[in-house]
């Protein structure tokens, strides 16, 4: 990770956008200009992660209802299949995907081998996703990867060569933020842009960020309303990776996202303060209801103390971005509260207000944007400046309700509230749209280099490297 800055900083430039969807290879071998409104093909590869189907949860109009799937034999690939198969079956809005599939060892070879896809959607077992991004791009294929791309320091030096591959294929390299789509998030966004409502973003320091996410996760949950079953390499750290480089990615991405908006940013503009980690401790029954395994497989007894598995699934990262003082934190833990599921909580500190995502109890566990700390206006001219700001928004019924302590509370409609899964389809929808134009926005590529750049180096920080 000790490498020279300014080589970082010129290859993020170099690569700050890259070109068609399509490899030359494979213009050669047939038509596969956007312009000509070439149908996308799908590879999934190895998809141990429930996120590899939500890719498919709805269809599209330029992707091929043919995809083919490449794994090893297993539960992973099957489970992966089963959840396709109920999306084809369900009675409203039914999709229609044709899983075409090879099971073997030699999956990954079979799969470059075979030249099935342009876009290869990676969502697995992470400690060989550095390999198969390298590799499938290597190949010419464009690559749409779940987070985090990579979980160890010594992988950034590969997913930076990557991206300069990509760039010199004319091949797109992606991972899916689904948090961008989040409505309180644009909106808190939005706001922050406001000078009249939110003023400028101060500085902060360590003790008080002017940019604090936390978000909380949990091993038990429901997904596309069915108790999820989790591979048991999934509390295996040097499978899954530890918290500290996997949720924590969407944090990253989200403060250089809406504190920084459509910016250039580089590893050069982060300066590390402080990174620790601490592990979720998970009894052998608790391990049982998630995977359905009676006992913890091999690979997993070297983190069991007194008979419980220890997973470093939380971590916290204190650092500078353009001088702006930032905190990220993620926790996990087994199970969500009566009524809950995973919460995320956000401030943003303004010179006229901080801007506050909450989704705890109060919220009855739904994300709400609060406007606190009001300063330097009365509260009923501040409110009135604020309603005037959300009735330009391109949100129709947005309202202003005071909550108290000098607070007020943004109400939205149900219409804007699009669950977790379905922000899967429009990640994967927007990055359609980069494959027609041909590109990536300029910023979003040394933004991705330096996302792994924070979360690798907290990691290696957090675990005194």
């Known amino acids: 990770m000790k490498k020279s800055f300014a080589l970082i900083v010129l290859v993020a430039l170099l690569i700050s956008s890259c070109g068609s969807g399509s490899s030359k290879k494979r213009q050669a071998k047939s038509d596969t200009s956007m312009e000509n409104t070439q149908q996308i093909k799908l590879i999934t590869v190895d998809p141990g992660h429930f996120h590899a189907a939500l890719v498919q949860k709805i269809m599209y109009d330029q992707v091929s209802r043919d995809v083919h799937v ?5 539960p992973d690939v099957e489970q992966h299949l089963d959840r396709i198969a109920s999306y084809n079956s369900r009675v409203e809005n039914p999709t229609a995907w044709n899983e075409i ?5 030699d999956f990954f070879d079979k799969m470059i081998a075979e030249e099935a896809g342009n876009v ?30 990579i979980i160890y320091a010594e992988d950034f030096p590969k997913l930076e060569e990557a991206f300069r591959v990509a760039h010199e294929k004319q091949i797109l390299l992606y991972d899916i933020m689904t948090e961008r789509y989040e409505v309180t998030t644009i909106l808190q966004k939005m706001l922050s842009q406001n000078e009249e409502v939110f003023g400028k973003l101060v500085s902060g320091s360590r003790e008080e960020p002017a940019v604090t996410k936390v978000s909380v996760h949990h091993f038990s949950k429901i997904v596309s309303g069915s108790p999820l079953i989790r591979p048991a390499w999934f509390f295996d750290v040097e499978q899954q990776g530890e918290g500290i480089v996997d949720v924590t990615t969407h944090l990253v991405d989200l403060i250089q996202w809406e504190c920084f908006p459509e910016q250039i940013i580089n590893p050069i503009d982060v300066s590390l303060s402080a990174a620790r980690r601490w592990p979720t401790i998970i009894s052998k029954e608790e391990f049982k209801g998630v995977t359905g395994l009676d006992d913890f497989p091999e690979y997993l007894k070297k983190d069991l ?9 939380n971590g916290e990262i204190i650092y500078q971005i353009k001088g702006i003082w930032a905190k990220v ?7 969500a509260p009566p009524g809950g599921g995973d919460t995320h909580y956000s401030v943003m500190r303004g010179t006229q207000c901080d801007l506050v995502i909450k989704q705890g109890p109060e919220e009855k566990f739904v994300s709400t944007l609060y406007v606190e700390n009001v300063k ?8 009135a400046k604020l309603r005037a700001a959300i009735s330009i928004l391109p949100y129709d019924g947005l309202e202003v309700e005071a909550a108290g302590n000098n607070s007020l509370k943004i109400t939205i409609p149900q219409k804007f509230r699009i669950g977790h899964e379905e922000h899967f389809g429009q990640v994967t929808a927007k990055f359609l749209e980069y ?7 300029d910023w979003e590529v040394p933004g991705m280099i330096t996302k792994y750049y924070i979360t690798t180096s907290a990691l290696a920080k957090a675990m005194g490297k």
């Open 70 to 74: 490449y794994a090893p034999e297993g």
């Open 101 to 105: 599939v090879y099971r073997g060892s």
């Open 120 to 149: 290869v959607v990676l969502s697995g077992n992470n400690m060989k996703k550095a390999e198969y991004i390298a590799n499938s791009i290597a190949a010419g294929l464009n690559v749409l990867a779940d987070k985090p791309m």
């Open 305 to 313: 103390k007194e008979g419980k598995l220890n997973v470093f699934a």
């Open 329 to 335: 934190s993620v926790e996990w833990n087994y199970k």
């Open 376 to 383: 330097g206006f009365s509260f009923n001219d501040f409110t």
């Open 435 to 441: 494959m027609k134009e041909g590109r990536l926005p």
